[in-house]
């Protein structure tokens, strides 16, 4: 896991390198789903349920490295769910409540852009959870995911890491980009001002949710290439240790 300081953001990747390893990752992560999915030979046995979470940096990278995950599998195959704020009907209920119908079966894949770390993240910093809610989410976030990777779900964690410079020429660049423009908000300008509120509450959500059935990867997102290439292997590496862990064969292409 690590801190964000210890996250190398200079680490870089060869363009010809990068796109070799992500086009044989790609390869790969088709294949491990239609194998989860019991669809690869006909057999119908089904493999965990593969759930990917993605928190960050407005312009960290997210989006970038979901659609490279993506890209190589059928639409039907993979649930990609945006987490905006909560509605004020889901504000009646607990905060992780509206996430159930989100979480795959056996079989399935879902990508989640954002979680339930908003408790611990935005709704900390912003004020809108009270420290009792949000000191008390740790534990509750903990236990969720110990009870679905108990049920079998490979939950895999990114966190895509940038830098406040590389950040700001990201910003700068969509707002000379009509088609990317939309992509900027008030808010986003707004989040850079408390650059180091959020990076107070990133730190102790690593240290206080990394857990051996969860981990957290933090990716170097300075890189466009080399995070969607760490992306990519990690997903693989995760979803081949859980199919051989249920004695499930991964063919040899």
Known sequence: MGRLDEC????????????ERLAAAQKRLLLLR???GGIFDGSGVLGPGVCILFEGWDASGKGGAIKALTTPLDPRHVRVVSIAA?????????????????????????????????RVLVERVEGFATPEQWQRA???????????????????????????????????????TPLKRWKLTPEDWRNR??????????????????????????????????????????????IEEALRANGIAIPDL
């Open 8 to 19: 190398d953001l200079n680490a870089t990747l060869p363009k010809g390198q990068a796109e």
């Open 34 to 36: 239609l194998v989860t």
């Open 86 to 118: 909560p509605t004020k009907d889901e504000k009646r209920h607990h905060f992780l409540g509206r996430f159930w119908p989100l979480l795959p079966g056996w079989g399935g894949m879902t990508i989640l852009d954002r979680s339930w770390y908003g």
């Open 138 to 176: 740790y534990s509750e976030i903990d236990s969720l995911e110990q009870t679905l990777t108990d049920e079998g779900l490979v939950l895999i964690k990114f966190w895509m890491h940038i830098s406040p410079d590389e950040q700001l020429r990201r910003f700068q660049q969509r707002e000379r």
């Open 193 to 238: 001002e408390r650059w180091q509120d959020y990076v107070l509450a990133v730190e102790e959500m690593l240290a206080r949710t990394d857990t051996e059935v969860a981990p957290w990867h933090v990716i170097p997102g300075n890189d466009k290439r080399l995070a969607r290439v760490l992306v990519l292997e990690e997903v693989n590496r995760r």
